[in-house]
């Protein structure tokens, strides 16, 4: 008899094992045309041909989900969960998006009920889009860090996220202090890093919003909890930039800043990344820091072009996110179709593969946690995605056409959304919202 939580999936695999420089790269992934895994405890046992898997396991009930692919679950590095409801917000630039829609939004968690019930939209738009793990700002209210965190862990995610620590230059029921921030976030770090499957990642917003006190706050907390992340932005829109050095005279740029404090490292995400100097360029890459490109948010507010190739040709890592809600889609595969134009505009032509490859595998990396998400490999946790690339009318027409996985990866990148999401498993639990 089959344990009771063994089951096979059965579908066309594809996971990857690096970078692929195309499709004739065939080291850097893996397809499997008639493919299974084998499920048990939550993660994945085996993976392989449907009748070699079926094979060691006679009894497993089976979920077929041919002709579609099976991938692992998407992974968002960077978003905003009270944003929900600032996406398609129509403001000028950062600053004033901030202040106009940003601020007011974020005020409202102030209210745990308000938190619980934004949280349930939340996962359940991440789920509905195929994202199974997201790095995400919470507000500046201890409130919001547990409704996001109670809410992750009733559907059994792996989600990184944290307090919003902001001191000034907003308004005064969002504002903390530099001590409070502190206590406050030692103490959520304390209740929830590592309490099943949830991160803790330290969280000041940007050095706009967090006086010098503040951000010293930040690096006593990586320094007592080198364990955890931290996710700020940078170099995002010039006001910003002009601004933030005004704040800042004794900086010479505006990494400076958060090297000086002690935020930068293998565990940091860095927001954007648009207008950096070659002095921040080789700290980025002498710390291992990440430059998270956030596509969708980056056209919206008119930031700026995200310069991949010079970042990666500096050996800086990198990852993509979508910074909803100054960016306008939780999809993965619409925040790659963006992303794909921003580089096309700088002839920077990125490959179907390694697109997928940088929201599955090469995201888990930039969270320096492969060894868990973001593959297929056996011993990971089971968080996967179910695609459809024909789910709509122009889809299925297209795809009439199309004779490779690479030409199917395009279409399912330029034309797919929510409504290419068949199915989304957590731990191997189908989660997709109904
Ligand atoms: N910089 C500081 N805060 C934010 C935010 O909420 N969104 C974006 N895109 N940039 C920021
Ligand atoms: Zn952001």
Request: hydrophobic share 40%; glycine share 8%; net charge negative.
């Amino acid at each position: 008899m089959a344990d009771q939580n063994t089951k096979i999936l059965r579908g066309r695999l594809l996971t990857f094992h690096g970078d692929p420089m195309g499709a004739k790269d065939t080291a850097a992934y893996s397809y499997e045309e008639d493919g299974a895994l084998l499920i048990a405890g939550g993660k994945i046992a085996a993976r392989g041909p449907f009748a070699d898997i079926r094979a060691g396991a006679p009894d497993a009930p089976v979920t077929d989900h041919r002709p579609h692919l099976i991938l692992p679950g998407f992974i968002d590095t960077h978003i905003h969960f009270p944003q929900a409801q600032v996406i398609a917000s129509w403001a000028d630039q950062l600053l004033d998006w901030l202040n106009d829609y940003t601020f007011p939004a974020e005020l409202k968690f102030a209210d745990k009920t308000h938190g619980e019930r934004i949280a349930s939209a939340f996962y359940d738009a991440l789920l509905s889009h195929g994202t199974t793990t997201a790095s995400a700002y919470c507000s500046s209210h201890s409130n919001s860090v547990d409704a996001y965190f109670e809410e992750a862990e009733a559907r059994g995610m792996l989600m990184l996220g944290g307090k919003t620590m902001m001191d000034r230059n907003a308004p005064e029921n969002l504002c903390d202090t530099a001590q409070g921030s502190y206590d406050d976030s030692k103490a959520l770090l304390e209740k929830w890093h590592g309490r099943g499957r949830a991160r803790y990642v330290v969280t000041p917003r940007f050095a706009i919003t967090s006086t010098p006190e503040q951000l010293e706050a930040a690096g006593s907390l990586l320094k007592e909890y080198p364990e955890c992340h931290l996710q700020t932005h940078i170099n995002e829109n010039h006001n910003e930039i002009a601004y933030t050095l005004e704040l800042y005279p004794e900086a010479g740029d505006y990494l400076g800043i958060y090297e000086q404090f002690g935020l930068l490292g293998r565990k940091t995400l860095l927001g954007h990344c648009i207008h950096m100097n070659d002095r921040e360029l080789g700290v980025m890459r002498e710390t291992g820091s990440v430059a998270v490109f956030c596509p969708t948010s980056n056209l919206f507010l008119g930031s700026g072009l995200f310069d991949r190739k010079r970042l990666e040709s500096n050996g800086i890592r990198t990852a993509i996110a979508t910074d909803v809600g100054g960016g306008t889609n939780y999809s993965m595969l619409r925040t790659l179709d963006e992303g794909y134009k921003v580089l096309q505009l700088q002839r920077q032509r990125l490959h179907p593969l390694a697109c997928f490859y940088w929201i599955t595998l090469g995201n888990a990396k930039a969270l320096s946690l492969e060894d868990r998400i973001g593959t297929l490999e056996p011993g990971t946790d089971a968080d996967l995605v179910v695609l459809n690339a024909g789910a709509t009318r122009p889809m299925a027409l297209r795809m009439e056409t199309v004779e490779t996985l690479s030409e199917e990866l395009f279409v399912l990148q330029t034309l797919g959304d929510d409504r290419a999401v068949v199915e989304t498993y957590v731990c191997g639990e189908a989660r997709r919202p109904a």
